[in-house]
């Protein structure tokens, strides 16, 4: 199988190095840029499969190169920023990022973004053949033909918002949907003003509905400040499955 | 002769006391006359005398009792030496004569008790301004606080002179302010902000009366400790009032006085503003050391490691290395967590405080600790109770998360090898109450006293801070609004408790 290319954008020579050994080590081929305008470069000559973005570059706001990039560019983003930085986030999420992974970070918890990120692309790439018509993690099963959620196959009952909510996430396993984008896809242009508010409680109450204990949920799975994300097959036989109440 | 009536007459018509008198004292004299004349008693006149001095007193000067009617009697006797046949040997017949020094003597009377009347008023008067000159020194010297000593220099001046004032100053940037006006609404256009200027400048009086700036209707007088200006005092003088010596005086001393507390309460607040920016520094310095201390520890085992793994590479076995590996990860990321501890302190203190609380879901924040500790402590085990129904909370959520790490880690490290810890979330009245619980060793009391201080350690054991942790931590809370609070529970073990205000309910 050919390898797949990542381009990683990291002005910090040391940790540039180490992501180049640890994405080589796991069978892919990096192409590295220390500058936004570098990279803009480098992803036009080489059209990579995943670029993962440093939010702090030196010469241009690291925001500018996701916007100038995801002109022509439609392959998934990753950006890499610290870890207090949520508005910085969920801008450039709401900007066209696909994902985030916190500075310092974990190696498999970016070899996961990065798996998660391929595989949505791959399947926008085949999706033109036959939509999905279901997904399916642990004992969650999201219907979308019939617009039903099972767990253990027995149906839980959601309210259609609640559904809507579910199925979105449902069909972007393993990525994150900020809080706006959630709430622009679900309610529209007619979300009422306290939307937020209301999108966290129907969450809570989505939870309470799938989850055996709404502390410790293994499906869906709030990153505090930027969204939410529906876990997939990898990220549900982790550590998390130790905790329980 | 007749422009003196006519003046005398006017005198005497404008008092109420004097017109009385008048009346009364030629009543007294026709009737004495007219006595005289029919019963040719001298005795009787004296009597009558009296008679109308009680009368004119009690009508008139009533203070001035004795006073009136010795006056009168007096010229009752008076008239009678000059008509008793048996004292003189040519008593005085002639009538109108007689009633011409009779009115003469009166006014004379009149006017020396009206005099007198009047020095007492006026004298009464100064001494209520000696009085109040007096309390206005007094007051200046136990003044405090610069707007104090302005506002009693400015209320003097409208008390004992009844003049508006201005007290000019120079604030921190160095411009001429006005520190104080009395009345509050008193416009001051920008020429008396000049004049101040030069005033400020030359240490000299200047305005009113005076070269330079004679134009201003203000008298700007320097308050001087030496030669420096401490202020300009400017009195507001209408259209032909004039100044005398004796005001220059007293307002001269006024401002001696003014001066020195205003010298006085600068060295005083310059004093007081050292000894806080000495403790301000002393704390700080604390902190510094605290901290170094904290993050040398780790580096110093990351160091450690990476020397022996470079050094004897291929001398050590795997298992030893997969260890130091670990090792260097685990400090390293102890260097993280100090990090974001520190970060947090700006987030809450400080001018540029960027604590920015948004309604969060309660169980997603516990949560997100529960992730964090699977990674972080993989062999503890955390039990987490949050209430059935989705509580909302409005809060940083990052610093709560943090200050919920730092208890659940000083539950692992200081519980003496506890692994069980629970995590609780309740409600009462309008806080939500977190608590973090462990089973292990507890508190000492020494601990329990100086457990939200940042302690300086003398001791050179390699586990990390406990105190700034539990600093910072309350100081988040504290930045909420809450309280935070650690004992020991009453089986074994630590339990830390705090508390965040809730708005009103979903």
Known sequence: ?245 | MFAWLRGMTKWILMNRNRRIVTIIAFLNVLLGYLVFALFHEPRLIILMALVSAYAVSSLTMERYLTLGASCIAALQVLLFLLLEPALVAAPLTNAPLLLLITAALTLLMMSMITNIQQQEYFSTIESDRQLLYKATINALLSARGLPSIYSTVLSAVSELYGRSSVLFSRNAEGKIVSACRMPEGLIIYDSEFAAAEAVFASGEPAGRFLVPCSFSPFLHIPLKSGDTVLAVLAVLFADGEQIDQKMRDEIAGVITQAASAIERQTLADEQQTVLIETERERMRADFLRAISHDIRSPLTGIMSACSTLLQSRERINPAVRENLLVNIHEEAEWLCHMVENLLSVTRVSGPMSALKKTPEIVEEVIGEVVARCAKRFPDVHLHVSTPEEPLLVQMDATLIIQVLMNLVENAVKYSGGCDYIELTVTTREHSAVFTVRDYGVGLSPEMIDSLFIPINRTDTESSHGLGIGLSICRSVIRAHGGQITGANSPDKGAIFTFTLPMEETL
């Open chain 1, 1 to 245: 199988m050919k390898k797949r290319t990542i381009l990683v954008v990291e002005d910090d020579g040391y940790i540039a190095d180490v992501l180049k050994s640890l994405l080589e080590a796991n069978d892919y081929r990096v192409l590295s840029a220390t500058s936004g305008k570098g990279a803009l470069q480098l992803a036009a000559s080489h059209v990579p499969d995943v670029v993962l973005l440093d939010l702090g570059l030196p010469d241009i706001d690291g925001t500018h190169v996701l916007t100038s990039l995801r002109e022509w560019y439609e392959g998934p983003v990753i950006i890499v920023s610290a870890r207090n930085q949520e508005k910085e986030k969920v801008q450039a999420l709401d900007m066209g990022a696909d994902d985030y992974i916190n500075k310092p970070f974990s190696a498999s918890e970016l070899l996961a973004r990065i798996r998660v990120a391929l595989r949505q692309a791959d399947k926008i790439a085949a999706s033109s053949a036959s939509p999905e018509m279901s997904y399916t993690v642990g004992d969650l099963t999201v219907d979308f033909q019939n617009s039903r959620v099972y767990i253990a196959r027995e149906e839980v009952h959601l309210t259609r918002l609640e559904y809507r909510i579910v199925e979105l996430l449902a069909r972007t396993p393993g990525k994150v949907l900020t809080h706006d984008y959630i709430i622009s896809s679900v309610w529209g242009p007619y979300a009422p003003s306290n939307n937020n508010l209301i999108l966290r409680v129907n969450i809570a109450n989505i939870r309470r509905k799938i989850e055996k204990n709404h502390n410790t949920p293994r499906y869906i799975l709030a990153e505090i400040g930027v969204g939410y994300r529906m876990a997939d097959a990898e990220s549900l036989s982790g550590p998390k499955e130790k905790m329980d109440s």
